[in-house]
């Protein structure tokens, strides 16, 4: 049996997977939670062999749970489910210790086939993300100028893109005001914006936040 913890903060969307996973042989859904931080209470019981994980959630997001999660279990196979456009950010959380990156819009054949991937060990990577990679080979100077940000200085950008105040990502990062503003100034710099709403709408044209 696989088991499965579902982290979404869609009730009808846990819902939609837990049915669908009920029709698997090897699958089953032993937990569930709303949030990146219930995700890392769930890891620590340690009964779990697959993540499937939301970008976009309250409380702590799913690029900081990620993290979190990998902190705790390195081993832990991770895979991303999110509606999140995959060639934003599908090298970026497979960088960060992902299995995976799925969209919500795939067919289900490709969940199912994802999900056993990343059990066996192994990274499940679509043809879109495999041509990237490649092509990322011969043409780093091509990527978009967010994929130079360094980890931390694009968790900032997310939360500052998403309108949260300063006050408000150092409580969610753990971090002082300060340390906030010193990367937000770097984010800013490497984007060459000079404001958090010129952050929204790059955040925004790229398909980066909804």
């Keep these: 049996?696989?088991?499965i913890a579902l982290?979404?903060?869609h009730a009808m969307t846990?819902?939609?997977?837990?049915?669908f996973f009920a029709g698997q042989p090897d699958f089953l859904v032993i937990a569930e939670a709303a949030s990146g931080r219930q995700a890392v209470d769930i890891v620590r019981?340690?009964?779990v062999d697959v993540i499937i994980l939301d970008i976009s959630m309250?409380?702590?997001?799913?690029?900081?749970?990620?993290?979190?999660?990998?902190?705790?279990?390195?081993?832990?196979?991770v895979l991303i489910l999110s509606a999140l456009p995959e060639e934003n950010y599908a090298r970026m959380?497979?960088?960060?210790?992902?299995?995976?990156?799925v969209s919500k819009t795939c067919e289900p054949v490709e969940l199912i086939a994802a999900v056993r991937t990343v059990f066996a060990g192994r990274k499940y990577i679509t043809p879109l993300v495999a041509e990237q990679l490649a092509d990322g080979i011969n043409?780093?100077?091509?990527?978009?100028?967010?994929?130079?940000?360094?980890?931390?200085?694009?968790q900032v950008f997310i939360r500052l893109a998403k309108g949260e105040n300063t006050r408000q990502v150092a409580v969610g990062m753990s971090l002082s005001p300060q340390t906030v503003s010193t990367y937000a100034l770097r984010v800013k710099a490497k984007l060459n914006l000079n404001s958090n709403a010129e952050?929204?709408?790059?955040a925004l044209k790229n398909g980066m936040i909804q």
């Excluded at 846990?14 to 049915?19: H, K, M, Q, S």
């Excluded at 100077?141 to 360094?150: D, K």
């Excluded at 952050?199 to 790059?202: A, E, G, I, S, V």
């Design 45 to 47: 019981s340690g009964d």
């Design 7 to 9: 982290i979404d903060d």
């Design 58 to 77: 309250p409380d702590q997001n799913g690029m900081d749970a990620l993290k979190a999660i990998k902190a705790r279990a390195p081993k832990l196979p």
């Design 1 to 3: 049996m696989i088991r």
């Design 14 to 19: 846990r819902a939609g997977l837990r049915e």
């Design 199 to 202: 952050l929204t709408y790059y």
């Design 93 to 101: 959380v497979l960088r960060w210790g992902a299995s995976g990156y």
């Design 139 to 154: 043409a780093t100077a091509e990527a978009p100028v967010h994929e130079n940000l360094s980890e931390r200085e694009l």
